[in-house]
């Protein structure tokens, strides 16, 4: 790839089978740094047996709390063909799973299609991304993608700037919403309750950053389509030596009610996290002890 536009950082970077000169980091051959079921998603996702959960490296963010910042700042994982991903595909619908989650593979969304041209599981496939994308890239995916489950983190370009160098997040992610929204029309789900197409919007609430929170509820009220559910998450914990003044900590009740009342008031569907989700029992192992099927 001469000159890689497939994020709104839009870096021109060239990007070949072993390097990567942009933001990212990533070469075009795809790295994976984990491969599993996995049962912690929203219930529509996971259901009872789980969703084949695909881990890409890397990330077109830089979120200075993140979680996951093994594989999303430091690029852990093995490379695969598009033919090894096809056949990790296949035995993860043998084994029963509900879905099948591609997490933040917006840098390899070209060799995800040829995956996928292999392969097509029979089942709903999901994009699990941060919602910083671009709407083109998007377009790459209509009618292949048969959910989205986008982040909607911050709201003021000041905090997407500090928390994740996106001063543009809102401005790319509310474009994408819209866009994935289009793709998919109303939600529909299968009698067991998983979800077969829509949307699910996803928002982590920041310690002392309720009043973002409460203008991101505000927009999806007015601009999601009647339905769609909002996943709201309380499992905030400080990661990656998080550094930012404020973050150093987990939400408080206080913080978190104030939130979860607001959605209320607002009539949004969808679900809230228990206030045992903030933990980091919940990190999948990356390096060493990840797992592949």
Not at 199 to 220: D, K, Y
Not at 224 to 238: H, I, N
Not at 240 to 254: E, F, P
Request: hydrophobic share 35%; aromatic share 8%; with cysteine.
């Amino acid at each position: 790839m001469e000159s890689c536009t497939l994020c709104p950082r839009r870096c021109g970077a060239r990007r070949d089978e072993s390097t990567g000169q942009g933001f990212c980091r990533l070469p075009e051959t795809m790295r994976i740094a984990r491969i599993q079921p996995h049962l912690w998603e929203e219930p529509p996702i996971s259901g009872s047996r789980g969703t084949g959960a695909v881990f890409f490296s890397g990330c077109t963010l830089r979120c200075a709390y993140c979680q996951n910042a093994d594989i999303s700042h430091r690029n852990l994982g093995r490379e695969f063909t598009p033919q090894q991903l096809a056949d990790s595909l296949r035995r993860l619908v043998d084994a029963g799973m509900h879905s099948i989650s591609f997490i933040t593979a917006t840098p390899y969304v070209e060799k995800l299609l040829e995956t996928l041209a292999i392969y097509r599981p029979p089942v709903p496939l999901v994009w699990n991304s941060s919602g910083y994308e671009t709407v083109d890239t998007l377009r790459k995916l209509d009618g292949v993608i048969d959910v989205y489950l986008p982040d909607l983190k911050h709201f003021s370009p000041a905090m997407g700037k500090l928390c994740a160098q996106a001063g543009d997040y809102f401005d790319a992610a509310s474009a994408a919403i819209a866009e994935m929204c289009r793709q998919t029309g109303a939600p529909q789900y299968a009698e067991n309750g998983i979800m077969r197409r829509g949307v699910i919007i996803r928002h982590l609430i920041l310690p002392g950053l309720t009043s973002e929170s409460i203008a991101l509820l505000n927009w999806m009220k007015e601009n999601l389509p009647a339905g769609t559910p909002v996943s709201l998450m309380r499992q905030y914990v400080p990661c990656n030596d998080v550094s930012i003044k404020g973050l150093d900590r987990t939400i408080t009740a206080r913080e978190y009610h104030r939130v979860r009342d607001h959605m209320q008031a607002l009539e949004l569907p969808g679900f809230q996290q228990e206030a045992a989700s903030a933990s980091t029992d919940f990190v999948p192992l990356f390096g060493q002890d990840a797992s592949y099927i």
